[in-house]
């Protein structure tokens, strides 16, 4: 009977074979590829003693094997090599798949002889018909190792070349995949799934070529993968990026840790990679010594490669005039030397640009050392990463640069308020897939993104110049007139009570109970007869189908024994305990919010929460001055009444502000409370459920992985209701100022359903907040094909 069946293509294109394996492992083994390596060992040992005999090296990756000799040589252990596989493993090397390469100056009769008789094609580049490659009418030869080219210049341009074709054609079908006018349900967020498609993979499928090759030779590849990418954008955004201003364009090429939004080009990134790929591969070729003087043999120490970078150029630094690089760059005018060369120049004048004074240190910065030890630190160390290492130099500083640069910039500038009052909620937009949490249709994800990035956006242009409410102002640029207006239909409210219902929702998480919109909030904390006075005025106003009485007040949530990080309050060693007060506050893109000319120190959310404060200290007095007039007189007598004192005796010593900004971007405190509220969550039954094996959002234990929840959501849920405010506006802007006016005058308020928190079924604690079409968009992505066009 056969054992297993078998698989044949790749992707959607896999299919039935028609043969079952009969011995063997199964298709697919992990075991399959030691057991392979374990028998082609001792052949490929045999011939790499034969080969250094004469100066020659041979390395295998798996099945494909790469050959370095004289020719004559090369070809004789070819020849020996595939017997001794054939006698000892039983595997017939195929010599149609091999390709035998030498540069075209020492190409003659004898190496073409040679070659022919060993049965390898000629190593002509061929396109997809079979035909050779012409450049600039002739033939051009190379061979690729591990899909590398080598060769000619011009077979190295020319392969790159189908290369990047094969890239950029790959980005037009997906592009045309998702498009937009595709698929007519509006809720399936195909601009949202080409965005993180391209930020997260696309638009780093050329680095292999750019680490590998000198970046002279990759400079016109990078060119063309920048233009892909940049129009690829635009195809996600639905908008041209010429349309953006100088700050949008250098914020999208910022990670997103450094408030940008993590698409770095291909230009920039191309000298960091060379380098990074030079420096930790290099000394892995070279026999080289150890700090104690040991032999590390190298993996392919031939007397080539030993010419080529210096016998002892890769030995353990021993002070600061260890230079690895010196031998190469003395003796060499090749790509590599030239490579090497062009990376440091070009990364030394990116940093340079944007170098401030007093904010780095010239001796220890890994982009600003001499060529002759690149991608090494001044004490011969050699980071972890040096691709990473030089870009995080290079950003860092970039994005200081820039902070200064904003600053010079008028304080009434849309993207400077967005870039200043970035924070990590804020940058959830950029990261979070379009799933329970993190789903956005298509316009509201256009809105959400360019207003992270301060930009105007096709949307916001279109409504440009028209008109509406009833004193027919003008639609901005970027529509913040609009989004701050008071119009009918109550849409600040919308966004405050989902911020509310989610808070709640954390806090009930965390194993705290919470309540929301209580007038009783200091119910215990207040003695009779003032708590008597105050229950008494609210029950005979709501007898009387009234509100509340003026000066009540009514906090958004109330919590009760919230654990405080504090000493254990007693001799049990359990923590201290204490009663939260919130307040939850919006904020609109408004001058009065965000024109403030330093959004980077005295952030608008942090001064609304401010004014959150004071404000429920000043009508705390105001209830003590009405209902315990007999403590605190006409409230100039210096004494603190009782609502006043219960009021110190919550969280903080006052309400607990949760002011959300236009950005999406969190005051302080709120940020504050939701780390803890995931700390604690991470203790609960819940939280000890979560780890790496259930949750992929992020590395850690349960609590980063809360955390990442919890701002995922927080952040998402702003951005998202942020951008439907201002869709739901879209239709008071009108052509003329009259119909403006009867526009806003025939809208009124109509029910709004509150969300309401829940803890029905804790591992899906957000089903609350699931946004509208997000059912569709999963039925849409279980049930289609997107194997073709």
Same mark, same amino acid.
């Given at each position: 009977?056969?054992?297993?069946?078998?698989?044949?293509?790749?992707?959607?294109?896999?299919?039935?074979?028609?043969?079952?394996?009969?011995?063997?492992?199964?298709?697919?083994?992990?075991?399959?590829?030691?057991?392979?390596?374990?028998?082609?060992?001792?052949?490929? *040992?045999?011939? /790499?003693?034969?080969?250094?005999?004469?100066?020659?090296?041979?390395?295998?990756?798996?099945?494909?094997?790469?050959?370095?000799?004289?020719?004559?040589?090369?070809?004789?252990?070819?020849?020996?090599?595939?017997?001794?596989?054939?006698?000892?493993?039983?595997?017939?090397?195929?010599?149609?798949?091999?390709?035998?390469?030498?540069?075209?100056? %020492?190409?003659?009769?004898?190496?073409?002889?040679?070659?022919?008789?060993?049965? =390898?094609?000629?190593?002509?580049?061929?396109?997809?018909?079979?035909?050779?490659?012409?450049?600039?009418?002739?033939?051009? *030869?190379? +061979?690729?190792?591990?899909? +590398?080219?080598?060769?000619?210049?011009?077979?190295?341009?020319?392969?790159?070349?189908?290369?990047?074709?094969?890239? =950029?054609?790959?980005?037009?079908?997906?592009?045309?995949?998702?498009?937009?006018?595709?698929?007519?349900?509006?809720?399936?967020?195909?601009?949202?799934?080409?965005?993180?498609?391209?930020?997260?993979?696309?638009?780093?499928?050329?680095?292999? &070529?750019?680490?590998?090759?000198?970046?002279?030779?990759?400079?016109? %590849?990078?060119?063309?993968?920048?233009?892909?990418?940049?129009?690829?954008?635009?195809?996600?955004?639905?908008?041209?990026?010429?349309?953006?201003?100088?700050?949008?364009?250098?914020?999208?090429?910022?990670?997103?840790? *450094? @408030?940008?939004?993590?698409?770095?080009?291909?230009?920039?990134?191309?000298?960091?990679?060379?380098?990074?790929?030079?420096?930790?591969?290099? !000394?892995?070729?070279?026999?080289?010594?150890?700090? /104690?003087?040991?032999?590390?043999?190298?993996?392919?120490?031939?007397?080539?490669?030993?010419?080529?970078?210096?016998?002892?150029?890769?030995?353990?630094?021993?002070? *600061?005039?260890?230079?690895? &690089?010196?031998?190469?760059?003395?003796?060499?005018?090749?790509? =590599?030397?030239?490579?090497?060369?062009?990376?440091?120049?070009?990364?030394?004048?990116?940093?340079?640009?944007?170098?401030?004074?007093?904010?780095?240190?010239?001796?220890?910065?890994?982009?600003?050392?001499?060529?002759?030890?690149?991608?090494?630190?001044?004490?011969?160390?050699?980071?972890?990463?040096?691709?990473?290492?030089? #870009?995080?130099?290079?950003?860092?500083?970039?994005?200081?640069?820039?902070?200064?640069?904003?600053?010079?910039?008028?304080?009434?500038?849309?993207?400077?308020?967005?870039?200043?009052?970035?924070?990590?909620?804020?940058? $959830?937009?950029?990261?979070?897939?379009?799933?329970?949490?993190?789903?956005?249709?298509?316009?509201? %994800?256009? +809105?959400?993104?360019?207003?992270?990035?301060? $930009?105007?956006?096709? +949307?916001?242009?279109?409504?440009?110049?028209?008109?509406?409410?009833?004193?027919?102002?003008?639609?901005?640029?970027?529509?913040?007139?609009?989004?701050?207006?008071?119009?009918?239909?109550?849409?600040?409210?919308?966004?405050?009570?989902?911020?509310?219902?989610?808070?709640?929702? %954390?806090?009930?998480?965390?194993?705290?109970?919470?309540?929301?919109?209580?007038?009783?909030?200091?119910?215990?904390?207040?003695?009779?007869?003032?708590?008597?006075?105050?229950?008494?005025?609210?029950?005979?106003?709501?007898?009387?189908?009234?509100?509340? !009485?003026?000066?009540?007040?009514?906090?958004?949530?109330?919590?009760?024994?919230?654990?405080?990080?504090?000493?254990?309050? @007693?001799?049990?060693?359990?923590?201290?305990? #204490?009663?939260?007060?919130?307040?939850?506050?919006?904020?609109? !893109?408004?001058?009065?919010?965000?024109?403030?000319? @330093?959004?980077?120190? @005295?952030?608008?959310?942090?001064?609304?929460?401010?004014?959150?404060?004071?404000?429920?200290?000043?009508?705390?007095?105001?209830?003590?001055?009405?209902?315990? $007039?007999?403590?605190?007189?006409?409230?100039?007598?210096?004494?603190?009444?009782?609502?006043?004192?219960?009021?110190?005796?919550?969280?903080?010593?006052?309400?607990?502000?949760?002011?959300?900004?236009?950005?999406?971007?969190?005051?302080?405190?709120?940020?504050?409370? =939701?780390?803890?509220?995931?700390?604690? #969550?991470?203790?609960?039954?819940?939280?000890?459920?979560?780890?790496?094996?259930?949750?992929?959002? /992020?590395?850690?234990?349960?609590? !980063?992985?809360?955390?990442? $929840?919890?701002?995922?959501?927080?952040?998402?849920?702003?951005?998202?209701?942020?951008?439907?405010?201002?869709?739901?506006?879209?239709?008071?802007?009108?052509?003329?100022?009259?119909?403006?006016?009867?526009?806003?005058?025939?809208?009124?308020?109509?029910?709004?359903?509150?969300?309401?928190?829940?803890?029905?079924?804790?591992? /899906? &604690? &957000?089903?609350?907040?699931?946004?509208?079409?997000?059912?569709?968009?999963?039925?849409?992505?279980?049930?289609?094909?997107?194997?073709?066009?």
């Amino acid at each position: 009977e056969p054992k297993s069946y078998v698989g044949m293509g790749s992707g959607t294109n896999v299919s039935s074979a028609p043969f079952r394996i009969e011995e063997g492992v199964q298709q697919g083994a992990v075991e399959s590829l030691y057991m392979f390596g374990l028998s082609v060992n001792k052949p490929y *040992r045999r011939a /790499r003693a034969r080969l250094a005999e004469g100066g020659g090296a041979i390395t295998a990756i798996v099945d494909d094997h790469y050959l370095l000799a004289k020719p004559r040589l090369a070809f004789q252990v070819l020849e020996s090599l595939k017997a001794d596989l054939q006698l000892t493993c039983g595997l017939e090397l195929q010599p149609r798949k091999s390709a035998a390469y030498i540069n075209e100056a %020492f190409r003659d009769d004898d190496f073409e002889a040679m070659r022919v008789a060993a049965g =390898i094609p000629d190593s002509l580049l061929l396109d997809r018909d079979g035909e050779p490659v012409l450049v600039h009418g002739q033939q051009v *030869r190379g +061979i690729t190792v591990c899909n +590398i080219p080598v060769g000619s210049t011009e077979f190295v341009e020319a392969y790159l070349t189908r290369k990047q074709a094969s890239i =950029i054609g790959d980005n037009d079908m997906i592009k045309a995949l998702l498009d937009p006018r595709r698929w007519a349900q509006p809720e399936i967020p195909t601009r949202q799934l080409a965005f993180l498609m391209l930020r997260n993979c696309l638009q780093f499928r050329g680095d292999y &070529w750019l680490r590998h090759l000198p970046p002279q030779l990759t400079a016109t %590849f990078a060119k063309e993968l920048d233009e892909s990418t940049w129009g690829f954008l635009e195809h996600a955004l639905g908008d041209e990026l010429s349309n953006w201003t100088n700050l949008g364009i250098r914020r999208l090429q910022l990670p997103v840790r *450094r @408030n940008g939004g993590g698409f770095r080009s291909c230009n920039s990134r191309k000298d960091a990679q060379y380098a990074g790929c030079l420096a930790q591969s290099a !000394p892995q070729l070279l026999d080289r010594k150890d700090d /104690r003087g040991n032999v590390i043999p190298g993996r392919m120490h031939t007397p080539s490669l030993v010419n080529h970078f210096g016998e002892t150029s890769f030995n353990h630094a021993r002070g *600061r005039d260890w230079h690895p &690089w010196k031998h190469l760059l003395d003796n060499s005018n090749g790509d =590599i030397a030239n490579g090497l060369r062009q990376a440091s120049s070009q990364m030394k004048t990116n940093f340079e640009e944007v170098a401030i004074d007093g904010m780095y240190d010239q001796d220890s910065c890994l982009v600003l050392q001499d060529v002759t030890r690149f991608g090494f630190n001044s004490d011969g160390t050699r980071p972890t990463s040096v691709t990473h290492a030089l #870009t995080v130099q290079l950003e860092t500083m970039e994005f200081r640069w820039l902070l200064q640069q904003v600053r010079a910039l008028p304080t009434s500038r849309f993207d400077r308020w967005a870039f200043e009052c970035c924070d990590v909620f804020s940058q $959830q937009v950029m990261l979070a897939a379009p799933d329970a949490m993190g789903h956005m249709g298509n316009e509201a %994800f256009v +809105i959400a993104v360019t207003r992270y990035f301060g $930009q105007s956006s096709y +949307i916001t242009r279109s409504m440009a110049g028209l008109y509406f409410g009833k004193k027919g102002e003008q639609v901005n640029e970027n529509a913040t007139n609009l989004c701050c207006a008071h119009l009918p239909g109550g849409g600040f409210r919308i966004l405050h009570d989902q911020v509310k219902t989610l808070i709640i929702t %954390f806090l009930r998480l965390a194993g705290v109970e919470a309540d929301e919109e209580s007038a009783l909030w200091m119910l215990g904390k207040v003695r009779n007869p003032y708590m008597q006075r105050y229950t008494d005025a609210i029950l005979h106003a709501q007898a009387q189908n009234k509100t509340n !009485p003026e000066g009540t007040i009514v906090a958004d949530f109330v919590a009760r024994d919230f654990p405080v990080p504090t000493q254990a309050s @007693n001799d049990s060693g359990l923590g201290a305990r #204490t009663d939260v007060l919130g307040e939850v506050k919006t904020l609109q !893109p408004s001058k009065n919010s965000y024109d403030k000319g @330093n959004c980077q120190t @005295n952030r608008p959310v942090n001064l609304r929460a401010t004014q959150a404060v004071r404000s429920y200290r000043r009508r705390a007095a105001g209830l003590d001055q009405k209902y315990a $007039q007999e403590v605190v007189g006409d409230g100039t007598n210096g004494q603190v009444g009782p609502f006043e004192t219960a009021l110190g005796e919550f969280y903080t010593g006052n309400v607990l502000p949760v002011a959300v900004g236009a950005f999406s971007e969190v005051n302080e405190d709120a940020s504050k409370l =939701i780390t803890r509220l995931a700390r604690l #969550t991470a203790k609960t039954d819940f939280g000890k459920s979560m780890s790496p094996l259930v949750s992929h959002s /992020r590395k850690g234990g349960a609590f !980063p992985i809360m955390q990442s $929840q919890f701002r995922r959501a927080l952040g998402c849920l702003i951005a998202r209701g942020q951008a439907q405010h201002l869709l739901k506006r879209r239709h008071y802007a009108r052509p003329t100022a009259r119909e403006a006016y009867q526009t806003a005058e025939d809208n009124h308020s109509r029910h709004r359903n509150r969300p309401r928190a829940s803890m029905s079924g804790y591992a /899906r &604690w &957000w089903q609350n907040f699931i946004p509208e079409g997000y059912g569709l968009y999963q039925q849409w992505r279980n049930g289609k094909n997107f194997g073709s066009l």
